[in-house]
């Protein structure tokens, strides 16, 4: 698994992935040492946080991009990926407000 790998290059500690899982550090821990498998739930909410796709995190595909089948979905998430907070709160509530405009 690609979990160690993901989060350094995040700049993520243990203790901050752990508790976006709602776990504890030393489970987290063990899930980097491969000593316990998490739940496919766990993965799927890993793969998520780092915008990467089960077969890569799982070590399963080399490639670590998303594989989008419309150019503008993959183009707008190259540019939420480049966001701060604020932008990103911005943009949610304009997309928000698109999306309820039906």
Do not use: H, W
Not at 43 to 61: E, M, N, P, Q, W
Not at 83 to 100: R, S
Request: net charge positive; aromatic share 12%; glycine share 4%.
């Amino acid at each position: 698994m690609k979990i160690y790998e993901l989060r350094k290059n995040a700049g993520k500690s243990q203790s901050e992935i752990a508790k976006y899982l709602g776990i504890s550090q030393s489970n987290y821990s063990k899930y980097e040492l491969e000593v316990v498998m998490p739940s496919i739930a766990t993965l799927i909410k890993l793969a998520d946080f780092y915008g990467v796709t089960l077969d890569y995190l799982c070590g399963r595909s080399a490639t670590n991009k998303l594989k989008f089948y419309n150019e503008d979905k993959r183009k707008l998430y190259e540019i939420i990926e480049k966001l701060n907070d604020k932008q990103l709160q911005n943009l949610t509530g304009y997309a928000t407000a698109i999306y309820q405009q039906k």
